[in-house]
Structures are given as structure tokens and as C-alpha cells.
């Protein structure tokens, strides 16, 4: 206004920072452009899936928000602390050569689960959020059929995973989304049809994750004429590597029927068991341990990065509970606590 003294611009940046929006767009004179408010990746899921509802959408925005903040935040960091993304060539590379690269990109043991997969990928630059199991602004509904989503940005990509009751199913669409940010350079939005998808990059993204979470060499393991007739016996004959890859029984199997040691046939019926039969129900969790609930959403980069800068004293106490899924004080004081080991 006239007179009055406006925001500088590092005042206006970390306004921006906090809304997830680009500093420009503060700066634009005239009404707000709907079309222009979101950003390349909002605007590409939406456009992948017309279909999203209002309250996935939120949460797309949500997603952007955290990463901005996370973004903020990390820039007042010792520049030697700070991993920056910084993919590894794929180009001209067949998928399960990429996948192999990509592998040893990651560092990966021959043993894992969700929670090492997850670890490397942010030990690598880039974000892992998991949706809440609890109602809440950071659950994906039950009912909901997407999977993931992931949101491609050069300087801190993100994927977000839904939390199943499965962490083999999490851990698939964790490298299928990967795949996206890896091989296509591209945001992307994924639901269960997409896993079974005739679309080019849905394949690769699938071929993708099938090859870095079971190499070839991964089923030399595997002796087929120790193979089950009948299909539902199939999981308890892959019980020992589904518990050394942190990967589900059909995971193997489609990998077992792509390398031709598998009739389509039996990968089919056990599509068709696996779809029938009935999971026991679980009960509701306990919310005992609410503190450490942002480290399961955000990822321990994320809320390590928070809690630097509340102790450095660049953001309040009030602040950090706010970029934490507004924890309560006394939680914040645990969750603390908890990364310092007392």
C-alpha cells in the first residue's frame, strides 16, 4: 500500500517457503490466476487422475507445503550436513541394468524391509512421506485406491506412500514410484489398476521395482522343483526369501513368471487366491507413542532437520510443533528426547 513499508524480499521468500508457493507468486500484480496457482506436479496429477478427490488434492498441497519448509530450513543448515539429490545416470540403460545401478546407488544389503528401503532413498536427497494410519489431514482412506504418489522436483523429490497393512505392498509402490522420479523424471500418481497397467511407463515403473527389489541373482535362491502344486502354498514356499527382501509372495512370482520358471497359469491363480481370500481384521492402534507419530509420516531426514533448527533456535517451539504435525509441547519434549537416546 502507499506509504507503508512492504516485506523484504527474504521476509516475502520464507512467506512463500511456508505456503509452498514460489516467491513470484507474491510478486504478481492483479487477481490470482487459478490456473497458475498450482505447481507443474499438482497440476500433473490432477491431470493423470481427473478423478481425485477434493480431500487427496489437500493433501497433494499438504505434501508440497512440508517439502518447502523442509527446504527452507535445510538452506540454514551447515552446508556440509546436507545431502543433496543427485540421481545417478540411467540414460540409455535396459530397466533391470538401471535397477542395478540403482541398487548399488542405494547401497543396499541383500536383506531388508520397508524401513531400510525407505532409509536409503532418504540417505540419497530425497523425501519419504507415509500417509497415517489414523484419520487425519495425512491419511489416504482406506477405501481410496491410490497406492502413492510422487512429486519430481531437481533440487528434493518426494514420494508418498499410503500405509497398508502389508509393508511388502508399501515397499513396491516405494520403488515403483522411484521408477517415476528415476527413469521418467516425472511426477506421477499410482493406484492399484496402475500396477497391472498395459501404459509404456506404468511397466517400466513396475519392471523397475521388480528388478531392484529381486535382482536375478536374487532367484538363484529359489528351487522350482521344490514348487508347490497347489497355489496356496506358494507364500510358505517363499516364506524365506519373503522375509529376507521385504517383498510379497506375488512380487516373486512375477519375477519367477517374467525369467520363464513360472507357467502364467500358476502366477494367475495365485493372483486369484491371493484376491479371495479373507485378511483377519486389526484392531485399532494405539496412539501410546503419538510423539514419534511425525517420524513414521515425514521420515527421520525431515524431522531431524525441524528439531536442528528448534534447538539452533532459527524456528520457536511453537513453529517446529507446527511443521510437526502440530505435536503437543510435552510430545515435541519426548520425541526430543527420543533422538538424543535418554
Not at 310 to 317: E, F, Q, S, V
Request: proline fraction near 5%; charge should be neutral; glycine fraction near 6%.
Amino acid at each position: 500500500m502507499a506509504g507503508e513499508t512492504g516485506l523484504t524480499f527474504n521476509q516475502l521468500r520464507k512467506l512463500a517457503a511456508f505456503f509452498g508457493r514460489g516467491t513470484l507468486f507474491f510478486m504478481e500484480p492483479g487477481p490470482v490466476n487459478e490456473a497458475k496457482v498450482h505447481s507443474p506436479q499438482f497440476r500433473t496429477l490432477s491431470n493423470q487422475k481427473p478423478e481425485l478427490s477434493h480431500r487427496l488434492k489437500l493433501l497433494v498441497e499438504r505434501v508440497e507445503r512440508q517439502r518447502a519448509v523442509f527446504l527452507a530450513l535445510r538452506e540454514e543448515l551447515d552446508p556440509t550436513e546436507v545431502v543433496r539429490f543427485s540421481p545417478p545416470d540411467l540414460a540409455g540403460l535396459s530397466i533391470p541394468d538401471a535397477a542395478s545401478r540403482v541398487r548399488e546407488w542405494l547401497g543396499l544389503a541383500n536383506r531388508n524391509n520397508f524401513d531400510s528401503y525407505r532409509k536409503a532413498i532418504e540417505a540419497r536427497g530425497l523425501l519419504v512421506f507415509r500417509s497415517n494410519g489414523y484419520t487425519g489431514k495425512w491419511q489416504i482412506a482406506k477405501e481410496s485406491p491410490i497406492l502413492g504418489f510422487s512429486l519430481y522436483d531437481p533440487e528434493c523429490p518426494v514420494i508418498v506412500i499410503k500405509k497398508q497393512d502389508a509393508d511388502t505392498r508399501q515397499s513396491f509402490t516405494l520403488m515403483h514410484e522411484l521408477g517415476h522420479l528415476l527413469i521418467h523424471c516425472a511426477s506421477s500418481i499410482d493406484d492399484e489398476e496402475d500396477l497391472y497397467s498395459a501404459n509404456d511407463e506404468e511397466q517400466e515403473a513396475n519392471a523397475f521395482a521388480g528388478h531392484l527389489l529381486v535382482p536375478d541373482r536374487f532367484l538363484l535362491s529359489i528351487h522350482d522343483n521344490e514348487r508347490p502344486i497347489e497355489a496356496a502354498e506358494f507364500d510358505s514356499w517363499l516364506e524365506p526369501q519373503r522375509r529376507a527382501w521385504g517383498v510379497s509372495g506375488e512380487m516373486i512370482l512375477r519375477r519367477l513368471m517374467d525369467a520363464g520358471r513360472l507357467p502364467s497359469e500358476a502366477y494367475a491363480a495365485y493372483r486369484r487366491w491371493n484376491t479371495q481370500r479373507v485378511m483377519p481384521e486389526k484392531e485399532g492402534g494405539s496412539r501410546e507413542h503419538r510423539n514419534r507419530e511425525p517420524r513414521h509420516i515425514f521420515g527421520d531426514g525431515y524431522v531431524r532437520t525441524v528439531l536442528d533448527a528448534m534447538n539452533a533456535r532459527r524456528i520457536t517451539l511453537a513453529k517446529a510443533s507446527s511443521y510437526l504435525d502440530n505435536l503437543k509441547i510435552s510430545d515435541l519434549h519426548k520425541l526430543e528426547r527420543f533422538y538424543a537416546g535418554v
